[in-house]
């Protein structure tokens, strides 16, 4: 330490120590310029140290986003929150710093969770993702064939999408290999009940078994947990999502519906909803159909050029951004 002092002494820049070490977060950092010999251009950019300082403090101001929480909307019920962006200051400074060009200044974030997630909510179903947030999922449900599967996981590979199949429990006890494909192609695979009723119609124990044995199948099979259940349908009550909600599992249902599983649905039919419909967080429905292969990669770019991203719907109802 004697001889640290007295190479700084030696320097004559007793007065850069002080300095430094008052505006610096750590000696270390101070030490780093001393052994690469910049200690002088930091004794003579005093002014422009300010400077920078400053013009990141006001840049802050004008980019940071708060936090939005999860929220109960009167349609579409229970929306996820959405991570607020902070600068930090300090990072943005000190990356900035060791740049030749201080004015363009290379700014580093920290993502701010909000305080009430979905996770604070029981028994509310989720139609959608937070609408600030630039991303879509497609919600593929799989309860009958394979025919179609491998054409539609090719189109998803070769756009590089990824997408969420809720797979039907008898569909699966019969296509085991064909679901461990999707898992490894890097899709998320979710609940669809086991033998495709409509949950509204049905008694609680009836509930129970059709999710719960689709749910062992599952671990089984693929080693998975669904996070996500998506009745038959689309027909619940409170005692589906209840159920639902016991086997740790959240209710999803859909922003827009293609309806390709109907033979009158066209792909020009498919492509114009999805364009006037699809927007911040939307979730859409599709089936395995020869419909939906055919429209798949003209949907995929509709989707594109609208600036969204295709994620999964864990992706989509995450609050990161």
Not at 96 to 124: A, D, G, L, M, S
Request: charged share 25%; hydrophobic share 40%.
């Amino acid at each position: 330490m004697m001889n640290f002092l007295l190479r700084i002494f030696g320097l004559g820049l007793t007065v850069v120590f002080v300095f430094y070490i008052a505006e610096s977060d750590t000696i270390n950092d101070y030490i780093t310029y001393v052994k690469a010999g910049k200690v002088e251009s930091v004794f003579w950019q005093d002014q422009g140290d300010k400077d920078l300082r400053a013009a990141i403090h006001a840049g802050a101001k004008k980019k940071n986003r708060p936090a939005i929480d999860a929220r109960i909307d009167p349609v579409w019920k229970l929306i996820p929150g959405y991570n607020g962006i902070q600068v930090d200051e300090n990072k943005t400074f000190q990356k900035t710093w060791r740049k030749n060009n201080h004015k363009k200044i290379e700014w580093v974030y920290r993502e701010i969770k909000p305080k009430i997630t979905i996770n604070h909510f029981q028994q509310v179903p989720i139609y959608r993702g937070n609408e600030q947030k630039r991303s879509v999922a497609l919600m593929i449900n799989v309860a009958w064939g394979t025919e179609f599967l491998p054409q539609m996981l090719e189109i998803l590979e070769k756009e590089h999408v990824k997408a969420t199949f809720f797979l039907d429990g008898s569909w699966l006890s019969k296509h085991q290999a064909d679901a461990k494909k999707i898992l490894q192609a890097g899709h998320e695979l979710g609940n669809h009940a086991y033998s495709h009723p409509l949950m509204s119609q049905i008694s609680e124990a009836r509930m129970e078994t059709e999710i719960a044995k689709t749910e062992k199948l599952l671990g089984q099979c693929c080693k998975q947990r669904s996070r996500w259940f998506a009745p038959p349908a689309g027909d619940f009550n409170q005692t589906v999502v209840d159920v639902a909600e016991s086997h740790q599992m959240k209710t999803v249902l859909w922003t827009v519906d293609t309806v390709d599983w109907r033979r009158s649905t066209s792909v020009s039919d498919m492509t114009r909803k999805i364009d006037e419909k699809v927007s911040n967080g939307s979730l859409i429905l599709t089936h395995p159909t020869n419909r939906t292969v055919e429209a798949f990669p003209k949907l995929i770019q509709i989707i594109k050029k609208k600036g969204l991203k295709l994620e999964r719907v864990s992706d989509v109802l995450s609050s990161n951004r």
